[in-house]
């Protein structure tokens, strides 16, 4: 899923990440509250910098929670099996090339051309990456992504992390 984003989603995302938001192709997964939580960002920001964290996760909640799994030692759980199971490498090499065949439909940037983000292909440096990965192109294509997802809590089940403006009826 990915669409153009609109101005109360830039909105909602400055909100979630204290900034402006620089690069934006488009909202790549909403959260069940139906806030932006993953952004499909530009691979060259616009001050010219590479960027190439394609699938950005912007949601503080859904942030927080994968910084949880990595701080329990996730990642090099995750990277010593990449070593030990031929398939689960395979596998993942194979979302390393979908994540950069996804960028490449934005355009290619020489500084980071075969380089996609969170240890692909070899090992696991960043869930953040991962997960958002997984939740903007869905279940199946990056397997360690599907895996940290489904060791996540429903971060958006307490409400959303960006509050509407707009009264509650009878408020």
């Known amino acids: 899923m990915s669409d153009q984003p609109t101005e109360a989603d830039l909105d909602a995302v ?26 499909k960002t530009e ?3 616009p001050d010219g910098t590479p960027f190439p964290t394609t699938f950005y996760a ?8 994968i910084s949880t799994l990595e701080s329990l030692g996730v990642m090099k759980e995750m990277s010593d099996r990449l070593a030990d199971d031929p398939a689960l490498a395979a596998a993942y090499s194979a979302a390393h090339d979908d994540y950069l065949a996804r960028r490449y439909e934005l355009g290619r940037v020489a500084e980071i ?15 953040h990456v991962l997960v958002g990965h997984a939740l903007a192109v869905g279940p199946g294509v990056n397997p360690l992504g599907d895996e940290a997802l489904a060791m996540l809590d429903d971060w ?4 959303s992390c960006v509050p509407d403006d707009e009264p509650e009826a009878g408020e």
């Open 14 to 39: 400055a909100a979630q990440l204290g900034r402006v938001p620089r690069g934006v192709a488009a909202v790549a997964h909403r959260c069940g509250c139906g806030k932006p939580d993953v952004l």
């Open 43 to 45: 691979p060259r920001l």
């Open 58 to 65: 912007t949601c503080p909640k859904l942030t927080g929670a």
């Open 113 to 127: 051309d075969g380089i996609s983000a969170g240890g692909m292909p070899s090992r696991v440096k960043c869930l």
């Open 156 to 159: 958006w089940a307490t409400g």
